[in-house]
């Protein structure tokens, strides 16, 4: 099983349309989880962290779920300009030493059509 | 202003050559990686350094080799023994030892074997 693991995609949905992508991560020390946003040909950015009682930005909403190990990022009101890739990333800690290692999943693309 | 520098943005290389991609970073993050990215795919890790004088190799580190002889610097070069090495290179940044820490990343060097 892969170490994070998301969502195939492509997504095709209207303007307007609320749209849900998961994520699960295979390993249990796995200790903070981050969504990220990338665009065509450029580099990814963070769009938001995901914090275990789950958080908001506007219409984006985040959710985690240690019991099943699964993320999730929900896009409400799409808009044209949120068609892009979006990457779930997870920090795992290793070696016993307070060291982390951040792991990306493949990515899930979004497209909004008009 | 703070934040990882990659060069060069586009870099073209006979069948055969060894190329160096530059990575910096000034945000005094002890972690570094390079990823590589083909057209429609994922994120893949090559390699990963979490301090200076050490790293580790990743997913796809066949026909490449890094260095971190500063916390700063990261170079990767793409060798001969790479059997098709064009894509896309994207280098990040991360704090180790914090497990809500994100990743930082240079906007990318795209290289193709001409």
């Known amino acids: ?114 | 202003d703070g934040g990882i520098t990659q060069s060069p943005k586009y870099l073209f290389r006979k069948e055969g050559q060894n190329v160096t991609l530059s990575c910096e970073q000034n945000l005094n993050h002890d972690a570094m990686y390079w990823y590589r990215q083909d057209p429609g795919q994922g994120l893949r890790l090559i390699y990963y350094s979490q301090i200076v004088n050490d790293f580790q190799k990743g997913d796809i580190a066949e026909g490449y080799s890094v260095s971190r002889e500063k916390k700063e610097s990261f170079p990767l070069t793409v060798t001969s023994a790479q059997k098709n090495p064009t894509a896309f290179y994207l280098c990040a940044s991360s704090m180790k030892r914090t497990p809500n820490t994100e990743a930082f990343f240079g906007q990318g060097t795209r290289l193709t074997v001409v």
């Open chain 1, 1 to 114: 099983r892969k170490e994070v693991e998301q969502d195939p995609g492509p997504f095709n949905v209207p303007e307007g349309a609320t749209v849900a992508f998961n994520c699960t991560y295979s390993n249990s020390a796995s200790q903070s989880f981050f969504w990220y946003r990338q665009d065509c040909r450029k580099e990814p950015k963070l769009l938001m962290s995901v914090y275990s009682s789950g958080n908001e930005d506007g219409r984006f909403t985040a959710q985690l779920n240690r019991a099943s190990q699964y993320i999730s990022l929900l896009i409400r009101d799409s808009k044209l300009s949120d068609s892009a890739t979006y990457l779930c990333v997870v920090n795992v800690a290793y070696s016993g030493a307070g060291s982390y290692q951040l792991t990306f999943g493949k990515g899930t693309k979004l497209s909004v059509i008009p």
